[in-house]
């Protein structure tokens, strides 16, 4: 006597039907199989079936130094290579690879030098004292930046000129500015010492410019 028999099988990206044809099948699909039995009776087997595939994604993710994915595993590099395995809600392998960038903090050093003070145009802060002045900004990839102002501050030249102002005409006067170790002078008189005595014969203005080594200061008076 001959029979009919049909078989439902699910299986993941491919199944060998070892009971029936003995071939291999890739997508999901209905096969017959016929048969004669050993008393010479047709038979038919039917196959029914539901092939589900592995699926594949890719998890793109970007951090700021460091990122600690769903291997347990904290990464510290940009890589496209960690791969990890669910199963799908078919008992299927589900495959996600991560494609992750790293944006690493940046610091980096800002060397300044000015007579008296510095105003950063960063921070808007005015600074009068030599020293390292550290700011945290936010990079185009949301992380961390710091920048570090390293200013030196030389110290300005305090200068006023004395001296009697008003004279007649035809009298002397002795004009002076602080004298301070190492500072250079130059007077509109063509002087380079910081006291000069001069005999206008009309109202004059003097003006004197005083360098330190590192920043020039200037003053004028009208005699």
Do not use: K
Not at 54 to 63: C, M, P
Not at 107 to 130: D, H, I, K, M
Not at 137 to 144: A, N, V
Request: aromatic share 10%.
């Amino acid at each position: 006597q001959g029979y009919y028999d049909t078989t439902r099988v699910e299986a993941c990206d491919s199944y060998t039907w070892t009971n029936g044809d003995g071939r291999t099948y890739r997508s999901s699909r209905e096969v017959t199989y016929a048969l004669t039995t050993a008393a010479g009776c047709d038979s038919i087997m039917v196959l029914d079936l539901t092939i589900n595939y592995t699926e594949t994604t890719t998890d793109v993710q970007e951090a700021c130094d460091s990122f600690t994915w769903i291997d347990g595993q904290t990464y510290t590099a940009s890589t496209n290579t960690p791969t990890w395995t669910l199963t799908s809600s078919h008992g299927c392998d589900s495959i996600v690879t991560l494609d992750l960038t790293i944006h690493n903090s940046v610091t980096t050093t800002l060397n300044e030098s000015a007579c008296g003070s510095y105003t950063w145009a960063v921070t808007g802060e005015t600074y009068t004292e030599t020293g390292d002045y550290p700011v945290t900004l936010t990079s185009m990839y949301g992380c961390d930046s710091t920048v570090i102002l390293h200013v030196v501050i030389y110290e300005m030249p305090v200068i006023e000129i004395t001296g009697e102002t008003e004279i007649e005409e035809g009298e002397s006067t002795t004009l002076s500015v602080t004298e301070g170790e190492g500072w250079n002078y130059s007077w509109t008189t063509g002087d380079r010492v910081p006291e000069i005595t001069v005999t206008p014969t009309e109202t004059t203005t003097y003006t004197v410019i005083v360098s330190n080594g590192s920043c020039i200061a200037n003053a004028s008076v009208t005699v």
